[in-house]
């Protein structure tokens, strides 16, 4: 069973940098796109970063010149550096990969369980 656990969440001063990690899991043959999102309380879930299984990667306005998405093919896991960090970055993040399983019939979406990011002096 393929599973995304998220960690480096936690409560940062404005100005403040956090790094998130997402690792995977369990019987796949490869990871694809792998991506970061976030959803801050009643609002939709929003892609923050995006990064190819080659490195490309790909951000959200917002996030540009402050965040950083990188990957370690090699240990599975994803990175998230949050530098320069605002009140209005405070959301649960979300980690995403597409992924082919040993039970999938194809390339499949997983989720994390998300943590928690809270921006605030």
């Known amino acids: 069973q393929v599973q995304l656990v998220e960690s480096g969440g936690g409560l940062v001063q404005p100005g403040g940098s956090l790094r998130l990690s997402c690792a995977a899991s369990g019987g796949f043959f490869s990871i694809y796109d792998m991506g970061w999102y976030r959803q801050a309380p009643g609002k939709q879930r929003d892609l923050v970063a995006t990064i190819t299984e080659g490195g490309r990667t790909n951000y959200a306005d917002s996030v540009k010149g402050r965040f950083t998405i990188s990957r370690d093919n090699a240990k599975n896991t994803m990175y998230l550096q949050m530098d320069n960090l605002k009140p209005e970055d405070t959301a649960v993040y979300y980690c995403?990969?597409?992924?082919?399983?040993?039970?999938?019939?194809?390339?499949?979406?997983?989720w994390g369980q998300g943590t928690q990011v809270t921006v605030s002096s």
């Open positions: 995403n990969a597409l992924i082919s399983g040993y039970s999938d019939y194809g390339p499949k979406d997983y």
